[in-house]
């Protein structure tokens, strides 16, 4: 028969072993959630561009079709996982009436499918400062349910697109879709320089 005081040290045994295996496999999820993130320094890092864009914006059946430039900088976390800021111009949608000023942040998660190109989908926010000039908006009503206001207009935003890496500079093209008062497909093409 074994005593109490053998009974108890088996008992603790137990006990503390399922903490061993939560501790282990702690440590194992922290460091196989950590491998894709650990990276070289030629994926890791700053960069800072601008780029070009070709805007459609539509509202109420009413289509505009104008350029804008943009102002980029990010970080590079991996190959894999990047966030970014931009500051921009939608230009001068005349039919709409409509110009305005913004910024966005963003989170991008990249793929690679050879060596220097990736694929990316992208998600972030935006906020515009619109100038809506109501005797220029071909569909503007005089009524006062209009959707297109001056001021501040904020949205959330989706964009995939692709990459190419050349040395120090990274070329990009993207598709970024947004419903600002009025909705827009943006095709962007920026150069970025990787410090």
Not at 184 to 193: E, G, K, N, R, T
């Amino acid at each position: 028969m074994i005593s109490n005081n053998k009974k108890q040290s088996a008992t603790s045994f137990y006990v503390s072993m399922p903490s061993f295996k939560k501790i282990g496999l702690m440590i194992f999820s922290v460091v196989t959630l950590a491998m894709p993130v650990h990276a070289n320094e030629q994926d890791t890092g700053f960069y800072a561009g601008f780029g070009i864009a070709n805007i459609a914006a539509e509202e109420m059946g009413q289509s505009s079709r104008e350029n804008g430039l943009s102002l980029i900088g990010g970080y590079s976390f991996s190959k894999y996982f990047s966030a970014e800021t931009s500051l921009f111009n939608l230009g001068d949608h005349q039919d709409l009436g409509m110009k305005g000023n913004g910024a966005s942040l963003s989170i991008i998660g990249s793929y690679p499918v050879i060596e220097n190109f990736s694929v990316f989908g992208e998600l972030g926010g935006m906020s515009v400062d619109l100038e809506i000039d109501e005797s220029k908006n071909l569909s503007y009503s005089g009524t006062d349910t209009e959707t297109m206001q001056d001021g501040r207009d904020s949205s959330i935003y989706y964009a995939f697109g692709a990459k190419y890496k050349l040395n120090d500079w990274t070329l990009v093209f993207k598709n970024s879709l947004v419903d600002l008062d009025a909705d827009m497909d943006i095709f962007s093409l920026q150069a970025h320089y990787n410090f």
